[in-house]
Nanobody, 124 residues
Framework: VQLQASGGGLVRAGGSLRLSCTAS????????MYWFRQAPGKEREFVAR????????FYADSAKGRFIISRDNPKNTVYLQMNSLKPEDTAVYYC??????????????????WGKGTQVTVSS
């Protein structure tokens, strides 16, 4: 499975971006999908999770109320709508897939597949 993230860019504080992550293969709907991010000098951190059916979502505290994760299984795509962006949201954003659909996790080490990342830069 290959994951390809896109949609990053430069935006001013308060602005919005929509990230997309498209998966190859026919088993996308069998995965729980995640977004993580990594800022310079920091560890990769969990941002959002959506279960395989799209019926349950979970967010890091930093994302609650501002970010929305969604997925379109027929299109093999997961999205991250980011609103009210802040400079501290600046990071490389990665999509990831966990093949254990019964597992709830926020650990990067549990992910099976990773996309290459897309840069999000929020200016003040």
């Amino acid at each position: 499975v290959q994951l390809q993230a896109s949609g990053g860019g430069l935006v001013r504080a308060g602005g919005s971006l929509r990230l997309s992550c498209t998966a190859s293969g026919r088993t996308f709907s069998n995965y729980n999908m995640y977004w993580f991010r990594q800022a310079p000098g920091k560890e990769r951190e969990f941002v959002a999770r959506i279960n395989w059916r799209g019926s349950a979502v979970f967010y890091a505290d930093s994302a609650k109320g501002r970010f929305i994760i969604s997925r379109d299984n027929p299109k093999n795509t997961v999205y991250l709508q980011m609103n009210s962006l802040k400079p501290e949201d600046t990071a490389v954003y990665y999509c990831a897939a966990d093949t254990d659909i019964l597992r709830f996790t926020t650990w990067a080490e549990d992910m099976k597949y990773w996309g290459k990342g897309t840069q999000v830069t929020v200016s003040s």
